[in-house]
């Protein structure tokens, strides 16, 4: 299974490759305008799929590999994939409020903007400016919604959240919350304005922490390694993490690693925000 959806990853950059060697062969047959257009959009189009298709190929065969995650789904066929994500942005917008509305319908507009101009910078030969706007617009669709942003990063989720909800409040509801990673504490990390409730680091320097955008309006649940970013712990927690690395033998004994351990603490709070209830946290394996 692996080896069949790390393959089928690689049709679309192929099928660019054989259009890009059609449209230099036959170039002098072709009408400029449409050769051009077909070269800058198709030529980006192959870089940027094949060094995603390369990157989502070596992460799945390391997390199956070495990490001993169970193998990813088949590709989901094109017109499939659009129908489920269609629907799937349909059910999204009618469980948001008003603001999140506004957010997802901007981000939407600049994304198409975007998307637009760039195609038009390529067009009239500035491929590298085109090519930087493209990727911007591509940015504005991910970042239009939760569920883009998630499916698009591993290390980072978003959450959508009233703009009253305070790491506070999240402190009070889940500092009995115990995980490998020990209770939560607020503190500040490095690079974000507001407080952040946070699960860790162990000795190995692994710790997981949830903040607020400026706006108020989303959540974010970060996992990370970088101990020093840590600024200062503003509260202490209840139990501090064991001394065993996540995914390795040791008091944790959590063997998915600090992903798993992110996407349950994901997991907890999207249920709190929406029910204003906590579960507990899963035994460690």
């Known amino acids: 299974m692996l080896k069949e959806v790390c393959l089928k990853r690689f049709i679309l950059p192929l099928v660019c490759f054989l259009v890009s060697i059609i449209c230099f062969w036959q170039g002098e047959k072709l009408d400029g305008a449409i050769a051009a257009l077909l070269l800058f959009v198709v030529i980006p189009v192959f870089f940027i799929s094949l060094i995603w298709a390369i990157y989502t190929a070596i992460r799945d065969v390391y997390r199956v590999k070495v990490k001993g995650e169970s193998s990813p789904e088949e590709v989901t066929p094109a017109i499939g994939k659009m129908k489920r ?64 942003y998630n499916n698009a990063s591993d290390t980072t989720k978003m959450l959508s959240c009233s703009k009253s909800l305070t790491i506070e409040e999240l402190y009070h509801a889940f500092y009995k919350f115990d995980t490998p990673l020990g209770t939560p504490y607020i503190g500040r990390i490095r690079f974000v304005k507001s407080d952040a409730l946070i699960f860790g680091p162990n000795k190995s320097g692994e710790y997981i922490y949830l903040y607020k955008n400026r706006s108020g309006a989303r959540l974010y649940v970060v996992e990370n390694y970088v101990e020093s970013l840590i600024l200062e712990h503003k509260t202490e927690p209840l139990r501090k993490p064991g001394k065993g690395k996540l995914g390795k033998s040791g008091e944790t004994g959590y063997s998915a690693g600090l992903t798993m351990l992110m996407m349950e603490i994901f997991d907890k709070v999207q249920f709190y925000l929406e029910t204003g209830k906590v579960q507990p946290a899963a035994p460690s394996k």
């Open 85 to 148: 994500n269609i629907r799937e942005t349909s059910d999204e917008l009618a469980g948001m409020d008003q603001n999140s509305r506004k957010h997802f319908f901007l981000y939407y507009f600049l994304g198409v903007i975007g998307v637009v101009l760039g195609l038009a910078v390529i067009v009239f030969g500035f491929i590298v400016i085109g090519t930087l706007i493209l990727i911007a617009g591509g940015t504005m669709f991910v970042l239009a919604s939760p569920r883009n």
